[in-house]
């Protein structure tokens, strides 16, 4: 059993079959090459919907700090997760600033990426260990590719930590068992195309995870 983020919400019909399914979080993409990205008059409209009912995420690409505290003047999110080349430093003055927890996504290939992740133990509230993107791919994360669940199975993270990339509802079930993750976050695997959550799929994620709320 795991805690279940479904991630690149923008509808509202996908953010309550989320919350129906036992979702813990909502992620709401705030970067615009991406296909899941929401405008602000959508991610207002998401955000008070989600209110008292699941955590909100917003996901952010080495934002300038404007930008960052431009949405969170306008959204009262629970989560900014970073999914850039963000420092320390910037971690760690926006959890100050704003109060906001931070959740900082780690490409990881082979167990010296989790060096990298210690930096940031004063500086973060959540890691998220993606793969890493395939060569000439415009988008962070795994882009639906897994990256050997091995590597982490014994890891032992300063901080909770989310496991991410190629999780679909077949496969959810094997990688919390191996990694024994507490956290699980799909974007791509519950869509029916790009950029298109299915709400059947994210019924049988949640399913699959044995989702907790």
């Given at each position: 059993?795991?805690?279940?983020?479904?991630?690149?919400?923008?509808?509202?019909?996908?953010?309550?079959?989320s919350i129906a399914g036992g979702a813990?979080?909502?992620?709401?993409?705030?970067?615009?090459?991406?296909?899941?990205?929401?405008?602000?008059?959508?991610?207002?409209?998401?955000?008070?919907?989600?209110?008292?009912?699941?955590?909100?995420?917003?996901?952010?690409?080495?934002?300038?700090?404007?930008?960052?505290?431009?949405?969170?003047?306008?959204?009262?999110?629970?989560?900014?997760?970073?999914?850039?080349?963000?420092?320390?430093?910037?971690?760690?003055?926006?959890?100050?600033?704003?109060?906001?927890?931070?959740?900082?996504?780690?490409?990881?290939?082979?167990?010296?990426?989790?060096?990298?992740?210690?930096?940031?133990?004063?500086?973060?509230?959540?890691?998220?260990?993606?793969?890493?993107?395939?060569?000439?791919?415009?988008?962070?994360?795994?882009?639906?590719?897994?990256?050997d669940w091995r590597l982490v199975a014994?890891?032992?993270?300063?901080?909770?930590?989310?496991?991410?990339?190629?999780?679909?509802p077949d496969n959810v079930a094997e990688?919390?068992?191996?990694?024994?993750?507490?956290?699980?976050?799909?974007?791509?695997?519950?869509?029916?195309?790009?950029?298109?959550?299915?709400?059947?799929?994210?019924?049988?994620?949640?399913?699959?995870?044995?989702?907790?709320?």
């Amino acid at each position: 059993m795991a805690k279940v983020k479904i991630c690149g919400i923008s509808t509202g019909e996908a953010l309550e079959a989320s919350i129906a399914g036992g979702a813990s979080y909502a992620g709401f993409v705030f970067y615009d090459k991406s296909p899941r990205a929401v405008d602000r008059t959508s991610a207002r409209r998401l955000v008070k919907q989600a209110k008292d009912r699941i955590e909100t995420v917003g996901l952010m690409v080495n934002p300038a700090e404007s930008f960052v505290e431009e949405i969170l003047f306008e959204l009262p999110l629970d989560i900014i997760q970073l999914h850039g080349e963000e420092t320390p430093a910037f971690c760690a003055w926006l959890r100050e600033r704003h109060g906001v927890k931070i959740c900082k996504a780690f490409p990881i290939e082979s167990e010296k990426d989790f060096v990298w992740a210690q930096e940031y133990e004063e500086a973060i509230d959540l890691a998220l260990f993606d793969a890493k993107p395939p060569k000439g791919a415009e988008l962070p994360g795994g882009n639906a590719v897994p990256f050997d669940w091995r590597l982490v199975a014994n890891y032992r993270a300063f901080c909770p930590w989310m496991l991410a990339g190629g999780l679909t509802p077949d496969n959810v079930a094997e990688a919390i068992a191996l990694t024994h993750a507490e956290i699980v976050d799909v974007s791509s695997g519950v869509e029916s195309q790009r950029g298109v959550k299915d709400l059947d799929k994210i019924a049988a994620f949640c399913q699959a995870a044995g989702a907790q709320g």
